[in-house]
């Protein structure tokens, strides 16, 4: 698969993915972990909580670029992975709101509803799905007229957003669909938006019993490509963590 433009595949994307060994990818998710308990021992003792967002408040951007990224994503996908990519967005712009980010709201947007599009059946291909995902969302955003700069962020934050240890150290749109699937997919950053704003956002945009349907999604990946990204995850339980996130479905 070839970009729209190849010097910047060259100078500021991510054109390899490999797994991680898998001793490294376990420090990268105890750390993280840890990181998680200290943050929900904070708000238990009433530090730093979260406050309610109205869901209005996390406007979907409305330009030409955004409206076909939603289109492209609903043609593609299953409502249980369509709807998990906008809340990518809304939990992604949430989490940012507490942590003091602000990212460019179009290019997260974008971002966050392409980036599962390779696991989508008529956007599969023979890479691991994060980059195929990637360098479709970089060209669509290229076509739409998003410049270099942009677009690259787009790329990014798709091709890196199961990238333990490497995201959340990266630019806020590439942190944020990291933070915002991982809150939708394990649970991953909960403590960092409200009760009352989670439970809108799933109200809003409910999961179609989303918990099964993407472990088996994933284990799929797996299996059909051994040499993945995520081989790693799955070694270490990603499924099960899946199936056992803080959602009633």
Request: proline share 6%.
């Amino acid at each position: 698969m070839q970009y729209k433009n190849i010097a910047a595949r060259d100078q500021t994307l991510t054109h390899d993915l490999p797994p991680p060994p898998i001793a490294l990818l376990a420090t990268r998710f105890a750390r993280a972990e840890l990181a998680a308990l200290g943050r929900r021992t904070q708000r238990a003792l009433g530090f730093r909580r979260p406050e309610d967002i109205e869901l209005a408040a996390l406007g979907v951007p409305d330009s030409a670029i955004a409206q076909q990224a939603t289109e492209i994503a609903r043609a593609a996908e299953p409502a249980y992975m369509f709807n998990h990519s906008v809340r990518t967005y809304l939990f992604g712009l949430a989490i940012g709101e507490h942590l003091g980010l602000r990212p460019d709201r179009e290019v997260l947007y974008v971002a966050s509803l392409l980036h599962d599009l390779a696991l989508a059946p008529d956007h599969d291909g023979p890479e691991s799905f994060e980059l195929e995902g990637a360098r479709k969302a970089h060209d669509i955003a290229i076509d739409a007229g998003m410049d270099q700069t942009r677009a690259a962020l787009v790329h990014e934050a798709i091709a890196l957003h199961t990238s333990v240890g490497i995201a959340d150290k990266r630019e806020p749109e590439v942190a944020l669909v990291h933070f915002g699937a991982g809150l939708d997919v394990i649970g991953f950053h909960a403590e960092d938006v409200s009760a009352a704003t989670r439970r809108a956002i799933v109200e809003a945009w409910p999961r179609h019993a989303m918990k099964e349907a993407f472990a088996q999604r994933l284990e799929t990946e797996v299996a059909h490509k051994p040499g993945c990204h995520f081989r790693g995850h799955a070694r270490l339980g990603f499924a099960m963590k899946v199936r056992q996130a803080p959602f009633a479905e």
